[in-house]
Every structure is written in structure tokens, then in C-alpha cells.
């Protein structure tokens, strides 16, 4: 049984995914509103979505640039990459679990309030010449 686990680790680390990326986990937003974003800096060069993040007029956006920041960090520290050929290959936001408070009413009643949470995730990749 050893072996086999061996065997189905080395598989799992050759066929691994070696882009640089970054995540933002828990992010107090909903993952619509971020999504909106990410949907406009997908497949467009790094510099240039961390350009439209800084003229873009919405709260998600300063937690968008934080993650694309990071995930150009780790392309240029960790894989020794330039920032310059680096496109936004993948970018996405997942739902994570929620806070759920509740609201009093009136006659003994309670309303619940959900607080939406999500994880962010950019991964990059390289002009392709």
C-alpha cells in the first residue's frame, strides 16, 4: 500500500501546475462583486490589469490589485520571471462560507443576515512568442 501511495504522489507532483499564482482566502465580499472585476483583467498583460484596477471606482478592486500585486511577486521572486511578459491567464472567485447573523423583529420574529465571504485566486502565465 506504501507504494502505491508513492506512486500516486510522484504522479500528482510531475502533472502539478507550475504558474505563479496568488489567493486571497476569506475576503469579506461577495464573490460577485469580484467577479465583475476579474472577468474585465482576464487575459489581458499584468501591468496593464494592475492599470485598469487603479482607475476602476470599486471597493473590490483595491483586493483584486492586492492579490494581482502578489501573484506578480511570486512570478518574479519565486520563478525568477519578468513582470512585463506576464499575462492574467486565469482569475476567478469562489463562494466561501458565510457569517450569519441574526436581525430582531417585532411579535418574537428574527430575520437572518448573511455576510458573504470569497476566495480570489489569479493565476499568471507567459506571453507565448
Do not use: W
Not at 501591468?47 to 484596477?53: D, G, K, R
Request: glycine share 4%; proline share 3%; aromatic share 4%.
Amino acid at each position: 500500500m506504501a507504494k502505491r501511495m508513492k506512486e500516486k504522489s510522484a504522479k500528482r507532483l510531475e502533472n502539478r501546475d507550475t504558474r505563479p499564482t496568488a489567493t486571497a482566502r476569506y475576503v469579506r465580499m461577495g464573490a460577485p462583486k469580484a467577479k465583475r472585476l476579474l472577468d474585465i483583467i482576464k487575459n489581458k498583460s499584468a501591468v496593464e490589469a494592475c492599470a485598469i484596477l487603479d482607475i476602476t471606482p470599486s471597493t473590490a478592486s483595491i483586493v483584486v490589485k492586492k492579490v494581482l500585486c502578489s501573484a506578480m511577486a511570486n512570478a518574479e521572486n519565486n520563478q525568477g520571471l519578468n513582470k512585463d511578459e506576464l499575462i492574467v491567464a486565469e482569475a476567478y472567485a469562489n463562494q466561501a462560507p458565510s457569517f450569519k447573523r441574526v436581525s430582531f423583529r417585532g411579535r418574537g420574529g428574527v430575520d437572518t443576515i448573511i455576510k458573504r465571504n470569497c476566495h480570489i485566486t489569479i493565476v499568471l502565465d507567459t506571453l507565448k512568442k
